[in-house]
């Protein structure tokens, strides 16, 4: 079963930031958020993942609330091609390393 | 670097019929997982393999579903027979390694889109 909730849709408009919540309110100690997406007739793409700083790379920010129970995927200036459906998992370690997706959130963005 | 590769990328099939999917996962990577997607719903891990041996194989329905990875590179996942409910994508992802600390990333494949009539 996923332990995350996500909205199941989003939208946005074209440059601007991209804001998608995760409640993981079970999450423990030794568990990752990790985000993957999934643009239509495509197989899933890892985006970021996090155990409880805050992370940056070239495709996000994955913003960690300090009690680790929800998490915020920041897609900073929005494209046409980030529409997707967007997965947000939490996953173990060592022994438990196993994807999870729930339904995810599908983001449109708007030109 | 090549991606994951997986054939064929669509087929049809009647009910009772058997089939096979076939996936060659990127070159080093020791853990192969075949996915089941069926549509609106995320990816559902099907078998998860590491060199050759199965690690996980929980979610399987092994009275129709088998799948093997023979030499621990490519990997078949056959349906024999299938039903109705088999109509989805199935997925095959590939990692260096499963599990080390924290970071794994999965890298997919385009999925063979699956009907059953």
């Known amino acids: 079963d996923a332990k995350t909730t996500q909205p199941p849709s989003m939208d946005c408009a074209e440059g601007r930031a991209a804001n998608l919540p995760c409640n993981h309110s079970?999450?423990?100690?030794?568990?990752?958020v990790y985000w993957y997406r999934q643009i239509h007739s495509q197989g899933p793409q890892y985006i970021i993942h996090?155990?409880?700083n805050n992370e940056t790379n070239e495709m996000a920010s994955l913003i960690i609330t300090e009690d680790r129970k929800s998490s915020t995927l920041i897609l900073p200036h929005a494209t046409l091609r980030d529409t997707a459906v967007y997965y947000c998992?939490?996953?173990?370690?060592?022994?438990?390393?196993?994807?999870?997706f729930g339904t995810g959130t599908r983001l449109t963005i708007i030109p | 670097e090549a991606g994951v590769a997986q054939s064929p990328r669509y087929k049809i099939i009647e009910k009772r019929q058997s089939v096979a999917f076939w996936c060659n996962p990127i070159?080093?990577?020791?853990?192969l997982y075949w996915y089941q997607q069926i549509l609106g719903q995320g990816p559902k891990l099907l078998i998860q393999?590491?060199?050759?041996?199965?690690?996980?194989d929980s979610q399987l329905p092994k009275d129709r579903f088998s799948a093997e990875r023979l030499k621990g590179v490519d990997s078949t996942l056959k349906i024999q027979p299938a039903k109705l409910e088999d109509s989805a994508v199935y997925l095959c992802?590939?990692?260096?390694?499963?599990?080390?600390?924290?970071?794994?990333?999965?890298?997919f494949g385009p999925g063979t889109r699956l009907t059953v009539l």
């Open positions: 992802a590939s990692s260096i390694i499963a599990g080390g600390l924290g970071y794994n990333e999965q890298f």
């Open positions: 079970t999450i423990s100690g030794n568990e990752y």
């Open positions: 998992i939490v996953r173990g370690d060592f022994g438990n390393e196993k994807l999870t």
């Open positions: 393999f590491q060199n050759n041996g199965v690690v996980d």
């Open positions: 996090g155990l409880k």
């Open positions: 070159s080093g990577h020791a853990t």
